[in-house]
């Protein structure tokens, strides 16, 4: 069974920046990636990044595009996404998630105007 616990989070101002990390734990290597999700109050799910734990080949949404990077992190079975000129519209909860139907518990990122 795969967990993920994601960290990181908090209260930051438009234009800051914020990494959150998402620590996995289990067979990480089933389908060979990680991503990003985010939800904001009363939204959807929303994608924001993936890569893959291999070749580290990245994705991204279009919303987070240029501003927001991922990265892993093999020896720590770790996935990063660094997270640059915020903006209020950024906030949500951020999800960690194995493409396989896992989810961490989120962690709240607020972004002030």
């Known amino acids: 069974q795969v967990h993920m616990a994601e960290s990181g989070g908090g209260l930051v101002q438009a234009g800051g920046s914020v990494r959150l990390s998402c620590a996995v734990s289990g067979p990480t290597f089933n389908n060979g990636a990680m991503a990003w999700f985010r939800q904001a109050p009363g939204k959807e799910h929303e994608f924001a990044a993936a890569?893959?734990?291999?070749?580290?080949?990245?994705s991204y949404g279009d919303s987070v595009k240029g501003r927001f990077t991922i990265s892993r992190d093999n020896a720590q079975n770790t996935v990063y996404l660094q997270m640059n000129s915020l903006k209020p519209e950024d906030t949500a909860v951020y999800y960690c998630n194995d493409l396989e139907g896992n989810w961490g518990q989120g962690t709240q990122v607020t972004v002030s105007s």
């Open positions: 890569i893959t734990w291999t070749l580290g080949d990245t």
